[in-house]
């Protein structure tokens, strides 16, 4: 989300911007609680159709100024979905939104849909199903987000089964509190298909995992990194830049 962006919309909805979202601030490491928390004062400000579309757009025209043919955009529906008519009618929307989008930038828009850790399962499950209804349609995978420390990977198993059934790709976030444990147990367990969205080239997330875990290791490949992707362009992370 372009800061100017931010600032609009929060004043058409008489919204104050908390001051961690001046532009200039900067989360520690782990400081996952203000991190989330300014994440959704940044998404309350999205409060209607015209907002969400402009989003969108503005998400395709800054990837599309930055060289990208292809960008993933993730979101867990529930968020919005009171604003919204429900989940259904959410995600209809934003598949509109990001095919317009794609069309009037010549940006690639795909949309993952994320269940949220601190949430029950069956949550997660009942999301699954709704992604896997417009696989093909759109959305092109299944996610897992917000604070890991929180939700055991075992938990969400048969929902990542149920999305990658319809052909979906699982890109679960990891790593961004626990480290290279955690992304090696969310490749084993929901079977990712790992995004690095470290600074660092690796050629894949399991094979990262697994090097910084073990004895041999070396130094410069022990540092966390974050699978998945985030529709908050230019958002700061606990561990770093979010993916664009």
């Known amino acids: 989300m372009r800061h100017a962006t931010l600032l609009e919309l929060a004043a058409q ?47 395709a025209e800054d990837a599309h100024h930055d060289g990208a043919g292809w960008v993933e955009v993730q979101v867990t529906p529930p968020g919005y979905a009171a604003r919204f008519g429900g989940i259904v009618a959410f995600t209809e929307l ?33 999301l699954a199903r709704l992604a896997t209804r417009y696989a093909g349609r759109g959305v092109v995978g299944f996610g897992l987000s917000n604070d890991e420390r929180q939700g055991r990977c075992g938990d969400f198993a048969r929902a990542f089964a149920i999305a990658r059934d319809a052909g979906l790709l699982s890109v679960p ?30 050629e894949s997330c399991s094979r990262y995992a697994r090097a910084a875990t073990s004895p041999c290791g070396s130094r410069r ?16 992370s606990p561990s770093g830049p979010m993916t664009r």
């Open 173 to 202: 976030h990891a790593g961004e509190l626990l480290g290279a444990a955690s992304v090696r147990h969310a490749v084993d367990v929901l079977r990712a298909r790992p995004r690095c969205a470290c600074s660092q080239s690796v």
């Open 94 to 126: 934003l598949l509109d939104a990001c095919t317009r989008a794609s069309a009037s930038v010549g940006v690639g828009l795909g949309l993952v849909i994320a269940a949220n850790r601190t949430r029950p399962p069956w949550e997660a499950m009942t």
């Open 13 to 59: 909805a008489g919204m104050r911007v908390p001051t961690a979202l001046d532009g200039t601030h900067s989360f520690p490491p782990g400081s996952w609680r203000r991190f989330q928390a300014t994440y959704d004062a940044a998404r309350s400000a999205v409060r209607d159709e015209a907002a969400l579309r402009q989003l969108v757009t503005e998400l």
């Open 221 to 236: 490949m022990r540092r966390p990194y974050r699978c998945g992707s985030s529709a908050m362009r230019g958002s700061a």
